[in-house]
């Protein structure tokens, strides 16, 4: 049965024994609007931009990321070169252009067009001295050493704690001695989950605390000023697929105030490394595409007028719109979900003080937002969201999660199992709704996944696995000091946690899929018998899943966030197939799938560098028939 199908289906049954609760509170209200509107160029037919991409020493390059630019907008196209160097833009407006050509440990070659003019630029790939910075986050962790006990220990640390608030490619690409990791451990482990400095006097992160002295003693081994401990093994660059796929990014502008009135570094020169957040980064979270194809973007960060805002997919023009908060803020959001009338649903909540989050929708046609807030003494919103086949929104809690039932505007309530435990509070992060209406929530810390019964309104819970290898490793002194570990955030965990992010289901299958972020590993649960099974990624040492999305053919999407990568997951056959990123840090925190006319697009919000991205795909034919449209012109 199709999934349209089943939805009709569904929409006809009766879910026995639930007893709505209390009407929301429902208030209409004004918006903060602000259009952004970009210069459009001169529409003087469609240009095919082609041309080679070669090395110094001639020889024809694959997998070559090249990127073009129009003068004063802000879309980004990149495509990749085939195996005989040869690269193939799908059609361009007449214009002026940035045009230019990278590929690991290789310069950066740059060149303008002026596309009423040309139609081919040529490029030629220099080496360069050093390549390092250029390098994704992924490359860099599976590059330090952890062949010895103790270094696999340091190793895991990394990954566990040097990755949960940002990409590893950030720290790793500096150099510091010794004294130096130091100081940066000792900044590090008095921030929290948010980024914010808690004070010198401040107890720090235990796990950093306790692993200090080793840990910089290591980084210094391998990112210090002598020789390095380090293995670099450059990856293969893309090549069939994966080399035919075509990016189009969208800048999303810089909040006034954050960052130097132009940033230096957008992730687009691969030379400069991967950008600082003081950068001018922007809380660009979660994304949806609406039923025109425009992009609908939740913003995290404090901001004087956007809440949430929609990015034109042909013209790049930003529209923001702002809930009122206090003090002349737009309130947060995180979260946002598509419902099958192609309504917007996202998650409000103050960015000045703590407050009971509400849900909120905005029809993308007038543009009219409505917030609905769950009744006390229930907990209010947080941010993941997802839609059943009912078109009933669920969202979560920091204790649970909430259905909204949207014909009757009510809220249901299920708390978590296991909230506050011995280790730590078990805040909710990730959410998903199977098949049959129920949900599921991922408890990161504790790496516990509770889920519903939505016909007795019981949770039921379930423990994800832990890295087994990580627990065998451990030193007695290890042991002992996790025998009294408090996880002091969701971010901060256990040695061999799995690291339960967000999750994803499959609509028309039988399947919840985990992003399981620290653990390197997609967590399998079937849910009619609870069984969990743990997919390893192809590098669980440096791959770190966030949000998980099922297409219609039952491929497992996610965003590997530590890293500029997307990786797709065939249960039938079991193969991983990983597609590079045009961009560096990008720091992806979700992924949406968009499916129309037989045709799949793969959207990406990159947080570190303010853009939307949107992956298509090209099959051979269609690429032939291009290149003969290119050798015509």
């Not at 060149?111 to 030629?124: E, H, M, N, P």
């Not at 290591?218 to 697929?241: D, F, H, I, Q």
Request: net charge neutral.
């Amino acid at each position: 049965m199709c999934r349209r199908c089943r939805r009709l289906k569904s929409a006809e049954r009766k879910i026995q024994g639930e007893t709505p609760m209390t009407r929301a509170q429902v208030s209409t209200i004004a918006l903060i609007a602000l259009l952004t509107t970009l210069p459009a160029p001169a529409l003087a037919g469609d240009v095919i931009l082609s041309g080679t991409v070669t090395s110094a020493v001639g020889e024809k390059m694959g997998g070559v990321t090249v990127s073009a630019k129009a003068e004063d907008q802000t879309i980004t196209t990149s495509v990749f070169t085939d195996e005989a160097g040869g690269y193939y833009f799908p059609p361009l407006t007449s214009g002026k252009y940035r045009v230019w050509a990278q590929a690991l440990s290789y310069e950066t070659a740059k060149s303008t067009i002026d596309l009423s003019a040309a139609k081919r630029q040529d490029f030629v790939l220099k080496p360069a001295k050093e390549f390092f910075p250029q390098l994704p986050g992924d490359v860099m962790l599976a590059s330090l050493p952890g062949d010895t006990p103790d270094d696999f220990r340091m190793k895991t640390q990394v990954r566990k704690n040097c990755t949960g608030c940002h990409t590893a490619s950030y720290p790793l690409q500096h150099k510091f001695d010794e004294t130096g990791w130091n100081a940066v451990l000792e900044l590090m482990k008095r921030l929290n989950v948010f980024g914010h400095y808690l004070g010198a006097e401040h107890k720090g992160t235990p796990n950093i605390d306790f692993h200090q002295k080793e840990l910089a003693t290591y980084l210094a081994r391998a990112r210090g000023p002598g020789e390095s401990s380090m293995k670099v093994t450059l990856p293969e660059r893309p090549k069939g697929e994966t080399a035919r796929v075509v990016f189009k990014e969208y800048d999303f502008p810089k909040e006034p105030g954050n960052g130097p009135p132009q940033p230096s570094n957008d992730g687009s020169d691969w030379m400069l490394g991967t950008p600082s957040d003081l950068n001018g980064m922007v809380g660009v979270h979660d994304v949806q595409a609406d039923l025109d194809g425009n992009l609908w973007i939740a913003y995290s960060l404090p901001s004087r007028d956007t809440t949430v805002a929609k990015i034109d997919a042909k013209t790049g023009a930003v529209k923001k719109f702002g809930v009122p908060d206090i003090e002349g803020f737009a309130a947060g959001s995180h979260g946002i979900v598509r419902d099958e009338n192609g309504n917007l649903w996202f998650n409000t909540r103050s960015t000045v003080e703590r407050s009971h989050g509400s849900l909120a929708k905005i029809d993308p046609k007038t543009e009219k937002i409505s917030v609905y807030t769950p009744p006390k003494p229930m907990s209010g919103t947080a941010g993941t969201l997802d839609v059943d086949l009912k078109g009933n929104v669920w969202v979560t809690s920091p204790d649970g999660a909430l259905r909204f039932d949207i014909a009757k505007e009510t809220f249901t309530e299920f708390k978590s199992v296991s909230y506050k435990t011995p280790h730590g509070i078990g805040t909710v992060y990730g959410l998903a709704v199977d098949r049959t209406g129920n949900g599921w929530w991922a408890i990161m810390s504790q790496d516990l996944m509770d889920y519903s019964d939505i016909s007795t309104g019981k949770t039921g819970e379930l423990k994800m696995p832990p890295e087994q290898a990580v627990i065998d490793n451990l030193t007695p002194e290890q042991r002992k000091f996790y025998e009294t570990f408090v996880a002091p955030d969701f971010n901060a965990p256990f040695a061999w946690a799995q690291g339960s992010r967000r999750l994803g289901a499959d609509k028309d299958g039988d399947y919840v899929w985990v992003g399981n972020s620290f653990g390197g590993t997609l967590g399998r649960i079937d849910i009619r018998t609870k069984e969990i099974k743990l997919v390893p990624l192809p590098n669980p040492e440096a791959h770190q899943p966030y949000q998980v999305q099922v297409d219609s053919k039952h491929n497992v999407w996610t965003n590997l966030w530590s890293t500029d990568k997307v990786a797709r997951y065939d249960p039938g056959n079991g193969q991983w197939t990983l597609f590079d990123l045009p961009n560096r840090g990008t720091e992806a925190r979700y992924i949406a799938i968009a499916e129309r006319d037989g045709k799949l697009e793969v959207i990406l919000p990159y947080y570190r560098t303010r853009k939307v991205a949107v992956m298509t795909f090209r099959s051979e034919a269609e690429l032939t028939a291009l290149k003969a449209q290119a050798e015509r012109q």
